[in-house]
């Protein structure tokens, strides 16, 4: 059973930075399509930025220039850095994992979310004026 375990959400000014961190047990980060979804009340679950075992990118146009994510495999953790938070960018962050392929943001918006078979928690983001 893979078991994902995000942190570093909290509250935050417009203009400020946040890291987020999504732990994994029991499987290396490095062998699945790993991504960060948001989700804000009212609206769809989206993704935000996604990475495979190859170091492949990819960024959902609202974040790219703002958002990084990477792999720390000694961590075994994915990672979102954020900057430049603006209110619209509020809502809770899930990390999520799949099986390699399908892993860039085009394909999870054609695939939608039934190919996601592990989630975390969530960690909220909260971005104030």
């Known amino acids: 059973q893979v078991r994902l375990e995000e942190s570093g959400g909290g509250p935050v000014q417009a203009g400020g930075s946040l890291k987020l961190s999504c732990a994994a047990s029991?499987?290396?980060?490095?062998?699945?399509?790993m991504a960060w979804f948001r989700q804000a009340p009212g609206k769809e679950r989206e993704a935000v930025a996604s990475i495979d075992g190859n170091d492949y990118q990819s960024f959902a146009n609202s974040v790219r220039g703002r958002f990084g994510v990477f792999l720390d495999a000694a961590k075994n953790t994915l990672n979102l850095l954020m900057t430049n938070l603006q209110p619209n960018d509020t809502a809770m962050y899930y990390c999520a994992a799949k099986a390699p392929g399908r892993c860039a943001i085009a394909s999870i918006r054609r695939w939608g979310l039934t190919p996601w078979p592990y989630w975390g928690q969530g960690t909220q983001v909260t971005v104030s004026p």
């Open positions: 029991t499987y290396s980060v490095q062998t699945y399509c």
